[in-house]
């Protein structure tokens, strides 16, 4: 009995031995670097007469890779890959959704701008489609190209009131990740300025209107 427990021991520790040892020559597995969108402009002070309507944002539909976390890039015309080991900190749509709100905020114009994430009442809505959110090589060099096809209606319609698409370019300072991202804030940061301003301009003359009709 003693000599069979030895030999089960001695089989049990070479099989031990052999998986530590095949797993010690397979590459460690690579984490990605998460980049958060940065934000490259600081809100301007403004004293405008504040609104009276409340805005709902919604998460931006998306499809493809433009639904996820990748940061995408197209090398080529009709080609579209993504940056190795690189990655948002959220999904694409949420990351639009969330920089809209910010400039919305930072406008100090309506009491109140909430997401689709919250069951609060809205008088307007702004949703629409990310029909772009990569990096572009053009002549040689990373072009950051973000675009979003908006669309605003009365909170509990779904007629849309307006629509207009933006659509924002930022050149990168070099071709590493980092400053591709940065040019990614750029251009969300500029293409948020547009949206808040058309926003506001179109929400104010559909809420005088609704006011006169009453």
């Not at 930072?106 to 997401?115: E, F, G, Y």
Request: net charge neutral; charged share 20%; hydrophobic share 45%.
């Amino acid at each position: 009995m003693n000599i069979r427990m030895q030999g089960l021991a001695g089989w049990v520790g070479l099989m031990i031995a052999l998986a530590v040892s095949s797993c010690s020559i397979l590459p460690a597995a690579e984490s990605p670097d998460i980049y958060v969108l940065p934000r490259t402009a600081q809100p301007a002070a403004g004293n405008a007469a504040p609104f009276a309507w409340q805005l709902r944002v919604d998460t931006p539909d998306a499809s493809g890779m433009l639904a996820g976390s990748d940061i995408v890039v197209m090398p080529d015309p009709g080609r579209i890959t993504l940056y190795k080991n690189a990655r948002w900190s959220d999904v694409a749509p949420l990351l639009l959704r969330e920089r809209l709100i910010d400039a919305f905020l930072d406008t100090h114009r309506l009491p109140a701008v909430t997401s689709d994430d919250d069951s609060m009442r809205a008088d307007f809505v702004l949703s629409g489609n990310l029909r772009a959110f990569q990096s572009e090589y053009r002549n040689g060099s990373p072009v950051v190209v973000v675009r979003f096809d908006a669309q605003l209606r009365r909170g509990g319609s779904r007629s849309v009131l307006v629509a207009r698409s933006f659509e924002v370019t930022a050149t990168p300072s070099g071709v590493a990740v980092p400053q591709v991202v940065q040019a990614f804030g750029q251009a969300c940061d500029q293409l948020s300025a547009q949206v808040v301003a058309w926003t506001l301009e179109q929400g104010q003359q559909a809420w005088a209107q609704q006011k006169r009709e009453r």
